[in-house]
């Protein structure tokens, strides 16, 4: 058994040291672009995903929110709720808002956007609006008639619907914003942001102190966003949450990604089937490869069967030199996925709707498109090895 | 089974040949290889296969050899029918008991002399040093003790077959099968090849059955099996 397997060996190694060298370079070539065909696909998809999951972390929601109990409007004694919440080990960061529709004008042009009202101190600690300011200033604790707007808003900022803004506001500008409740309040705009994210540039934010004055209320809050050290464990913070006696509907950042959830799982599918197709298509061209190669050996195949080598010993020759095209395919192919694409997509990320998109290589996924691949080839080197030994001696020798 | 010579010494039958056919089956037609061949091979005995091209030298061969199946008869060796054995039964009985020789020497190109002769031999599960050594003492037989690490393509035609007797020499086989060994060689060349053979036949007893179409390749041999049309036309010596 073992002095077989020494001899596959043998021939396989020989095979392919000692064959054509052009042949093998190119075959490894191949196997590597689909390699890195398959893990590039799957990873810009899973990069586009990981976009809008990050999105809607960092510019909407947080890791996990709070909205007022069914029936209610606001959430109550937001203060003390804040306090028990900051009680639960591993929270970086709480924010209270209040959040509203308004009627934005601006000379002779107006539109409805949301408008959501902030402690810019606490929101530092949870959104990243902070760091995406493109004009002007980020609000302050002690601003009280001044407001941020999303790209989308101002005009003139090159926003994606640039046809619904106010047509061109500038720092400094006066806007005038009706809130739902009919008040209507002017505001001078501090600052225009840019997350790159439709979502999160169509909202408009002031502080705290104004919006209560509009609304007339304390110590309340249309949603609390939590972000929490970790990802992925939302589910035991929501178990913490309740049982501190939190009332409020609880939802991790999941729940909102469902209305993004459309575009992902579209993602997710184009993923699907590109990698299916692409396994198929890597298939079939290693299977090409492998099968040129094994009827350009037919003579010697026939010759070795010939002097007695075990068709066994043969068949297994041409699995391991397929497995070496495979794994020395792998191997280059995250190496170019690794050291090439990823480092350069991270300083030269895509510009898609939904923000910067840059390579998100998953282990799990680059394992099961190894496997995929070397059980691909694993194939590839059965069959057509397979069906050469099943030909007569005389036959492969002579081609009778 | 035991036999008297011609010359008083008992020789052993090695293969007994009864009634060998092969019929080709092309499309519809049916085209008779071989029919009805009944002969005995002796141990020790160097025989050429002769007869014109067509006449199923090759074939009678392939079938002795165990590379093809006849369509019916049978090869006996030691008592066991031949064709009654499985596919890797057959390929295990060419490897320990058969030497091959081909026309075209059929060397594999990636391996070195030493590497293809001692390729049967590692089939065998024999350990390294003792096949590289043994291989190493067959090459050097055969003459070829400064060509052990060179590639067929390095070698000229003579030197590849004389590879190709140390392949088929390397698990002491107890017949060795030529097919026109010396059809793709120059005179010198052929001349060397069947002197080895010769040597080889007086030397250690191998039994050789050697398909040749040169009459002059009769002085080499002690026994001519002449075929026509498939069946056994004469025998001499």
Redesign the interface.
Known sequence: ML??L??SL?LAY??I???NKGTLVLTVCIMSLIFVNLVFTASIFLGLGNTVNNQVINTLYGTVALEPKTDEKYISDVYSLKQKINSVPGITGISAQYVTGAAFSYKDKSGSWAIRSINPDDERTVTTIHNLMIDGEYLSKLDSDEIILGKEIPGGYGGDLEHLSLGGVKIGDSINVLFNNGVSRRFRVKGVFDSNFQQSNNIAYISQKEMESVLGLSDKASLILIKTRDLGNEGSYIKQFLELGIKEEIKPWTVYAAMVKNITASFDMIALLIAVIGLFVASVTIFIIIYVNTISKR??IG?????????S?IIHSYILQAMFYAISGTIIGLFIMFFILKPWFITHPLKFPVGFVSLLIVPEKVMVNTISLIAAALAAGLIPSWMAVRE???EA?WGD | MVEESLIGIEKETLIKIKKLTRIYIMGEVRVPALNNVTFDIKRGEFAAIMGKSGSGKSTLLHQLGLLDAPTSGEIIIDGKNLLSLSESQKAKFRLERFGYVFQEYALLPELTALENVYLPAMALGRRKEEYVKNSTQVLEQVGLRNRLHHRPREMSGGEQQRVAIARALINKPDILFADEPTANLDSTSSKQILELFQQLNIEIGLTILMVTHEPEDRKYVNRVIWLKDGELAEQGT
């Open positions: 002095s077989n020494n001899l043998f020989k095979s040291t000692k064959g003579r010697q010759i070795l069967r010939a002097i007695g080598i075990k068709e010993v007569t001696i005389l020798i």
